[in-house]
């Protein structure tokens, strides 16, 4: 039988779906890639915004109305939250949430062998329903880009930012075995893997719910690990982002000096009624010393909501002077969208739709000015950067990352995914550096 797999969301659901292919794989399904052909029609949705669940929402409905007998399975983050309605609608067959989204190859023929078997609804929250994630599958796994691996070191998150429903959908904190995720690593670089990035939604808080080692050790660990070009790591929160963390940065060069650290609004007013814990001032402090001990090297990106309730113009102001203090390589900027269920999502005085449209664009325009200067500045030094793929835009041209995290367009001979190439920066493409590839210096 065939299946069809669809993913929307963070990194950290599709690190879900490699795990979800594997497990159909196990029970002899195969994939294809013509939904309309598909014997399984399988949707990984996220929940984050608004748009983001009814693009999933109109996927699982189209594929419902163009083959009515394909047995449909809504997973992830949407699923655990809307399920019910869905499967009593009959827009999907059965709903399988993040504890148990690998596993899913399983729970399909158990109902594909008989349709009447058992709940539709596979939702456990139950920690001894976690299905394992670390496996020796995932290692063995050949992708295009298999010269970079994710590898999620936590499931879930208890922080309750007001605006999210990622704790809501995902459940508690799970901090993986600190001798697994290393273990994960090394065979990962044994077999060629040169960049691996620890995923989780608050890196920081790695260990604060078993004992485990902290998160800066874990760091430490995984960057003594031979083979590995370049380590980084997703996502950081301000108010766990620690000195020792900082210091195992500067001192390990193999991690990568792009630290993504979503700040999410300039004001101390908002921040609180977010529930973020940190103050702007407590963000500039970090900043400061990411400055002063990595040195002009370092790239700071982030994520930024504009339009959350109760925003006044003085607030959103002081999000563009954060965007012009810190001076971010690069932005993630949303406006913000109820969910239901949030806490915020009962607060009065919501800012109207045009005016969050009109700060989103306002925001977007600010910072592309400063990007693009400061990409300028760089025009002239030398810059290691790891090939991804070739550019999209002109054949002769690879497109990659500098090591700390900025794109980069590199003109220079065939170049497969994970080639090093070193080049001196020539120009600003968009938000890209352009250069020649030159001989690697050692
Ligand atoms: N755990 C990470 C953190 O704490 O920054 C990322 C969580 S979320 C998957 C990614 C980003 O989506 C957030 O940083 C936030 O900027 C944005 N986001 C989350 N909920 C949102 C909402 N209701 N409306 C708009 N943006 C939202
Ligand atoms: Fe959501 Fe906040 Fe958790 Fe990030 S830290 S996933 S924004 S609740
Ligand atoms: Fe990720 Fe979306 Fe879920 S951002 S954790 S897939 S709600």
């Given amino acids: 039988m065939k299946y069809f797999l669809e993913t929307f969301g963070c990194q950290m659901n599709k690190n879900d779906s490699e795990l979800m292919?594997?497990?159909?794989?196990?029970?002899?399904?195969?994939?294809?890639?013509?939904?309309?052909?598909?014997d399984v029609v399988i949707v990984n949705t996220c929940s984050v915004r608004e748009a983001a669940e009814s693009?999933?929402?109109?996927?699982i409905r189209?594929?419902?109305?163009?083959?009515?007998?394909a047995f449909i399975v809504i997973a992830g983050c949407m699923a655990q939250r809307t399920a019910e309605t869905h499967i009593k609608n009959g827009i999907a067959d059965i709903a399988v949430g993040p504890y148990e989204t690998p596993v899913v190859g399983r729970i399909v023929k158990q109902h594909l062998l008989n349709r009447k078997a058992g709940p539709m609804l596979h939702l456990t929250q139950e920690r001894d329903q976690f299905a394992p994630r670390l496996t020796d599958g995932l290692v063995a796994m050949r992708k295009e880009d298999s010269w970079h691996r994710f590898v999620t070191i936590t499931h879930g998150c208890e922080n309750y930012c007001t605006y999210c429903i990622v704790p809501h959908v995902r459940g508690k904190l799970i901090s993986f075995s600190s001798s697994e995720i290393l273990d994960h690593i090394r065979k990962l670089a044994d077999q060629g893997v040169l960049a691996v990035t620890l995923l989780g939604q608050n890196v920081n808080q790695y260990g604060q719910d078993n004992g485990e080692i902290p998160f800066h050790r874990l760091l430490e660990q995984a960057a003594q690990i031979q083979g590995l070009k370049r380590l980084s790591f997703l996502t950081s929160h301000p108010k766990d982002f620690n000195p020792e963390l900082v210091r195992v940065i500067r001192d390990n060069p193999v991690i990568s000096r792009g630290i993504?650290?979503?700040?999410?609004?300039?004001?101390?007013?908002?921040?609180?009624?977010?529930?973020?814990?940190?103050?702007?001032?407590?963000?500039?402090?970090?900043?400061?010393?990411l400055k002063k001990e990595l040195g002009s090297d370092c790239s700071i990106t982030t994520d930024l909501i504009v339009g959350f309730p109760g925003e006044t113009e003085e607030d959103y102001q002081a999000t563009l002077d954060a965007v012009r203090n810190v001076g971010f390589n690069e932005a993630f900027t949303y406006a913000y969208s109820p969910r239901e269920g949030t806490a915020a999502c009962s607060f009065p005085d919501s800012v109207p739709d045009?005016?969050?449209?009109?700060?989103l664009a306002g925001l977007v325009s600010l910072q592309r000015e400063f990007v693009i200067s400061r990409l300028r500045e760089m025009i002239g030094s030398r810059q290691?950067?790891?090939?991804?793929?070739?550019?999209?835009?002109n054949q002769n041209d690879f497109f990659g990352k500098?090591?700390?995290?900025?794109?980069?367009?590199?003109?220079?001979?065939d170049m497969l995914p994970g080639t090093i190439a070193d080049i001196i920066v020539t120009d600003v493409k968009g938000a890209a550096l352009?250069?020649?590839?030159?001989?690697?210096?050692?």
């Fill in 21 to 38: 292919e594997l497990s159909m794989e196990a029970e002899g399904f195969n994939r294809t890639s013509v939904r309309d052909e598909a």
């Fill in 55 to 59: 693009k999933a929402f109109t996927h």
């Fill in 62 to 69: 189209e594929a419902r109305g163009r083959r009515r007998k």
């Fill in 260 to 289: 993504h650290l979503p700040l999410q609004s300039g004001s101390d007013a908002i921040l609180k009624k977010m529930n973020r814990k940190y103050t702007i001032a407590h963000y500039m402090q970090i900043i400061d010393s």
């Fill in 354 to 359: 045009e005016v969050k449209s009109e700060r």
């Fill in 384 to 393: 290691r950067v790891i090939i991804e793929r070739r550019s999209s835009r």
């Fill in 402 to 413: 500098t090591h700390n995290d900025i794109s980069a367009i590199v003109r220079g001979n």
């Fill in 434 to 442: 352009f250069g020649n590839a030159v001989t690697p210096d050692k």
